[in-house]
């Protein structure tokens, strides 16, 4: 109970301050549907042609400032989602301990050596970009979408990790909460791996909804690959999960486009 008191201890704050800055961050700057959009490049450029110099002014300065106002202007996962969420993850952080024990106690050999390893690889940076850099020839808009996505999903997860201070498995035989840390021993909470998986399986999914079976059980499989890998305890695996699959949602529900990512393929 007390391992579930600390972690509210952080994330109550963090839902408070969303809920009060919905107000203010609601609503759009006049003619940002013009401005922005995922096909970026020659739009973008013929805005910028079209506006005066203050007009570019705004462009350079404010435009990035605008879009994370969108960003975060709404919370993108629903009431119900929202309560089994933090009722189921509550419930795994009462229980890590003897999950985590038995999972380990029970890994075949084969899963330990060579399955969970190579899982867990493919929830890195270096394959998701490959990913990316492979539905570029595939889907291009697919592709900036993904990588969009796993950029806003990094932040999330990393402001999290950094503001919850959750230790991993290998520091302590229990879970343990320090709070705001930089330390990378403490940041359990979430599961990155979990979280970017999830962000590129919602987005496949939002596009190939036939297959999003396939997709969501990959990035399952990985979550579960930084529990076998003794990385992350399973309450971190479920809250990235969620992490991730609200990260793709904001990107793919405002269909926003960073100035700095206005890139052409």
């Avoid at 970026?40 to 203050?54: C, E």
């Avoid at 959750?166 to 520091?171: A, C, D, E, L, T």
Wanted: with cysteine.
């Amino acid at each position: 109970m007390r391992k579930a008191l600390s972690l509210l201890t952080f994330t109550i704050p963090l839902i408070l301050l969303v809920a009060l800055a919905e107000p203010v961050f609601g609503a759009e700057p006049p003619d940002l549907a013009s401005r922005f959009s995922l096909a970026g490049g020659a739009a973008a450029s013929a805005a910028g042609a079209a506006g005066d110099a203050t007009d570019g002014g705004y462009f350079l300065s404010g435009a990035i400032l605008d879009d994370l106002l969108l960003l975060y202007s709404d919370w993108t996962l629903t009431p119900v989602e929202t309560m089994l969420t933090m009722s189921g993850g509550l419930v795994l952080l009462e229980y890590d301990k003897p999950i985590y024990d038995f999972i380990l106690k029970h890994e075949p050999e084969v899963v330990d050596k060579y399955i969970s390893p190579f899982f867990s690889k493919l929830g890195e940076w270096p394959a998701l970009m490959g990913l990316t850099g492979v539905m570029v020839f595939v889907d291009p808009e697919l592709s900036k979408e993904i990588l969009l996505a796993l950029l806003v999903d990094t932040v999330n997860t990393q402001v999290l990790k950094c503001l919850i201070g959750m230790s991993r498995p290998y520091v302590a035989d229990e879970p343990q909460f320090i709070g705001p840390t930089f330390s990378d021993d403490y940041k359990a909470m979430p599961s990155g791996h979990t979280s970017s998986t999830f962000a590129v399986a919602t987005v496949l999914a939002l596009r190939y909804p036939k297959y999003s079976w396939l997709f969501y059980g990959a990035a399952s499989l990985i979550g579960a690959s930084r529990i076998t890998e003794e990385q992350h305890w399973p309450s971190n695996v479920f809250f990235g999960a969620m992490v991730g699959v609200a990260s793709a949602r904001q990107v793919h529900e405002h269909r926003l486009d960073l100035v700095v990512l206005r890139l052409q393929f």
